[in-house]
């Protein structure tokens, strides 16, 4: 893992979740850094959305807190009143101003910050930042996650990119999607940042959403320490884009129950736009993610979705792909069927889907729909 | 049952599916009847789709052909010219023209009519014919169902009304979701049908899909065989919409996997179109009928599910109601948590959801998430 200078990370057990399990994590800037954040959409945003939107706005960034088990979500004044006293009693800790903290949750809506708690435990928390304990901030912010999630890069010119992720499903699962922290030594001003970290995300976390849920947490925060200079714009941008990606990435294969990731590739439409619509229809239908699932070419299904778009096209000029392997090309099936089924067992499939209407393509990321996903979610908090 | 005079039914085991399973149903109108139908929106038209709407805009109707197994979706040009070929066997025979005949299949889409196999069963497919026979058409349409659906009402005046309907799922299952037919005797034009079924239809069937969904071959047929005057148009209108809705009903009952029905209900909003958006917000979120499923009273699902939808409410306005008793107010819990709790053990169970921006409010209908749903959609067709 490349850790960029000037972070310290920091994780403890403050009791909000079961005793002993990781449930609060601090990033520490040592320096003044700059950061920018991008939220989800939902009516509903969570306190820490709330405030974060705020605060990613003042020129120095020195910190993200995060917590899992709670959202505070749905809380209400009383959730903004808590949040804002937690960021005010590390902040004073920290003799920082509130503002220059971002904050993050996730876990059950409807329920506060247990404040008795947390507060507590804050000093512990500073007194545990290393800038090698970031695998223990990793777990802290899990919830459904197998895994922690962390992905980096270094540039030829030596600047690293350190990306740490939560999230395991791919249909806004247990209320608190994604959370995401990208961290870079690299100087840059708040508007590179912002539209490093817009485009960054348009290409990553933005092709995994299965049925278009945003949860009411979802956050992606970016935090520079501004300690290298950067020459090559181009190679930053890439690796920095390439994180994300590979965070998205790990979010599906983590999908709750998932035994497979599927991309989804649509090309030959007329806009990007009928693209990407075609490939969510087929991303997220419960039908064709049960039927990769069951290892089923079932073909039929995809017609249907991509049908129920109601965009006009023939269904004799769709041709799909598996793997690259021909598979149906005007209504006919162009390969031995075991061939086909055998790229079905593998762990990752790549489904093409060839229009004859233009030029213009999209591709995004799935996973299959297992009975294990409705376990997951129907034990969730119980 | 009711059953409307002029009617006969009749069903076989064509081979189409397993040997001695009923896969084709023909019902038969003695005189001339009058018809009109509603189809599916999908892009992707099966071949029956394509013909019936065409022949339903026949001034005359004499007989509706169904078979399962094969949906006869997504076969091109030669899909339509064995529907043609079937319906031609059979109006020689019947010594009717081809348009007198309505056609709907349902099964496995991409799939050619196996003619070689049906053809020859025309006859004995027609000497069976009964006003009794109609639980066995009603066995013949079904595929994943568990149960045959069949509702009727007869009003005052005498005037009957049967619906025969199949469907066993909510997401659009096994790509050939929906298929009902609506007879009766009532002397009434093909203006008067086609008003009374688009209405019905808005009050029934369009309120249970639950991901927007509409299969290649979701077709509602209405048939009258114009025998007994219609007096009193308001009662028969309310049964004609009643017999729909008992078979929408069915239809989310017998949900793929389906354990529990969840009527939701949103009142409150400034127009009927925001009460609909939120409701199927609600009622096709994945998270929540698995915690419908888990009986879980995890109402942050709801409220985040109303969230994706964009439109702007505040949360704390927003009053939950589980089968009539009060559940959350401004966010707070309203009832004990063990007597809510039995209301989900229920296994039909109402979710209130009232906002407070208007006067407008919609319905629908929908089941919960269960792992079998994904057992019985991974395998089906293997």
């Keep these: 893992m490349y850790i960029p200078e000037g972070f310290m990370f920091s994780a403890v057990a403050s009791g909000i979740r079961k005793k002993d399990r990781l449930d609060l994590g601090l990033i520490f800037c040592q320096d003044k850094g700059i950061s920018w954040g991008v939220f989800t959409k939902n009516t509903v945003k969570a306190a820490p959305v709330i405030l974060g939107k705020g605060h990613i706005k003042n020129p120095v960034t020195r910190a993200i807190l995060v917590n899992s088990g709670v959202a505070n979500a749905a809380t209400g004044i ?3 009143k808590r949040a804002e006293e937690l960021l005010g009693a590390l902040s004073q800790i920290l003799s920082l101003r509130k503002e220059e903290i971002l904050p993050a949750s996730t876990g059950v809506i409807g329920e506060q910050l247990p404040l008795e708690r947390i507060l507590p ?3 512990e928390l500073i007194n545990n930042l290393s800038p090698s304990h970031y695998l223990a901030f990793a777990h802290a912010i ?3 996650d197998t895994f922690p999630k962390l992905s980096s890069r270094k540039t030829k010119e030596g600047i690293s990119i350190l990306g740490i992720a939560k999230g395991a499903g791919m249909i806004a699962p247990n209320m608190a999607t994604m959370l995401a922290f990208i961290l870079t030594d690299g100087i840059l001003s708040k508007e590179d940042l912002k539209r490093l970290l817009q485009k960054g995300v348009e290409e990553s976390f933005n092709r995994i959403t299965v049925d278009g849920d945003m949860s009411t947490n979802d956050t992606v925060y970016a935090l520079a320490s ?3 200079h950067i020459e090559d714009w ?4 890439h690796a920095f884009t390439e ?7 790990m979010i599906v294969k983590d999908g709750e129950g998932a035994s497979k990731v599927i991309k989804v590739v ?3 439409t007329r806009t990007k736009e009928e693209a990407e619509l075609l490939a969510r229809a087929v991303a997220e239908s419960p039908l064709v993610k049960t039927a990769f699932y069951g290892e089923d070419l079932n073909w039929g299904r995809i017609f249907s979705a991509l049908g129920k778009t109601g965009l006009p096209f023939q269904p004799e000029e769709v041709e799909l792909f598996l793997n690259g392997l021909p598979w149906i090309k005007e209504l006919t099936l162009q390969n031995d069927e075991e061939v086909l089924k055998k790229e079905l067992f593998k762990g990752e499939v790549e489904l093409s889907i060839k229009l004859k209407q233009g030029k213009q ?3 995004l990321l799935t996973c299959d729909l297992t009975e294990e996903y409705i376990k997951i979610n129907a034990s969730y908090r119980s």
């Design 142 to 144: 899990m919830t459904t």
């Design 78 to 80: 009383e959730g903004i």
């Design 361 to 363: 393509s999209y591709w």
């Design 121 to 123: 435990r804050l000093p």
């Design 234 to 237: 181009k190679e930053f941008s």
């Design 266 to 268: 649509v090309k030959g």
């Design 226 to 228: 501004r300690k290298k």
């Design 243 to 249: 994180v994300l990606q590979d965070l998205a990435y």
